[in-house]
């Protein structure tokens, strides 16, 4: 008999998945001054359905120009209720604050503080957290803390902007751990597709009736609602459907406590904002928070056979 021919083992490559870190905390700090200068230019709710919208069809039509298998109606529900959290009630959330004056780096303080609560949730769920994620965790919140001190001075919120900055904490938070457990087993391409239409049909109410669906059409207007779709919603949430999909919960959002520290060296270079000692130390700190938050929990190692 012909011995049977097995599938060559997939390469291991372990630099992949912190690159792909990297490359979605780049991708991700650009999406809170694009947001700033977008709500400046039209209402909230009216940015967020039109940038869903060209999202969903970006993703509907690489779906069916691949010809992937589009999943069946359960597994489509589970994208839907993803799409709603994680894009219509964090962005909702972020995108109303900022139109009620919340500043930038005050958003970012609040959706960085994400890795917190999804350790919280992952806990109580039952997700094994290691003493030395949650060291981790905990040092990452005070890097956060020491990057944004000096903003937060100046940082004014109202109490309408700062409950709508822990919906969207909760958003994100939330749809982080139903994505891992319940989303992220089909096909990226046609996942995100859903998860934009619903959050687009999510959104599109809200737009007509508080926005009455006004936007400027200015060009500032539409480059910077460019960036959005083509930039943080194909980009990013394609790197961030991956790292969820091949990391636990906990490891992948612990990524968000470098938003603030990377958004401060972004604002250092490109517009020439100072960098305080203060926010460099903080950024090493959540480095290494990270650092700590994203290793793996070691398996308890089995007793030995009697």
């Known amino acids: 008999m012909t011995p049977a021919v097995t599938a ?21 700090c650009t999406g809170y001054p694009a947001a700033k200068i977008i709500v400046g230019h039209s209402g909230p709710f009216t940015a967020l359905t039109l940038r869903f919208a060209c999202a969903g069809l970006i993703f509907g039509l690489l779906a069916l120009i691949s010809r992937v298998r589009w999943p069946g109606w359960r597994e489509a529900g589970h994208s839907a209720v993803v799409g709603c959290l994680q894009l219509a009630m964090q962005f909702g959330g972020v995108y109303g604050a900022m139109r009620l004056g919340a500043s930038g780096s005050f958003a970012a303080l609040v959706i960085g503080s994400m890795p917190l609560a999804v350790s919280g949730f992952a806990w109580a769920t039952g997700e094994q957290i290691g003493r030395l994620q949650w060291l981790g965790l905990a040092i990452g919140f005070a890097g956060v803390w020491l990057v944004i001190g000096n ?10 902007a700062i409950a709508l900055l822990l919906v969207g904490l909760i958003g994100i938070a939330s749809g982080t751990l139903y994505q891992k457990r319940h989303g992220s087993a089909i ?31 200015t060009p500032t207007f539409w480059k910077a609602t460019a960036w959005i779709v083509l930039v943080n919603s194909v980009g990013g949430f394609a790197l ?11 490891q992948v959002a612990a990524l968000f406590y470098l938003v603030p520290a990377v958004g401060a060296l972004m604002s250092h270079f490109a517009l020439d904002e100072v960098l305080t000692p203060l926010e460099v130390a903080g950024f090493f700190v959540a480095a290494a928070g990270v650092w700590l938050g994203t290793r793996p929990a070691r398996a308890a190692t089995p007793p030995p056979p009697a």
């Open 187 to 217: 096909d990226l391409r046609a996942g995100l597709a859903i998860q934009n239409v619903a959050a687009t049909l999510a959104l599109l109410p809200l737009a007509i009736g508080l926005d009455q669906f006004h936007f400027d059409g």
């Open 8 to 28: 060559a083992p997939r390469r291991h490559r372990p630099w992949l998945a912190p690159l792909m870190g990297l490359g979605f905390v780049a991708i991700w």
């Open 151 to 160: 903003s937060l001075l100046d940082a004014q919120a109202s109490g309408p």
């Open 240 to 250: 961030l459907f991956l790292l969820i999909r091949n990391g636990a919960a906990t």
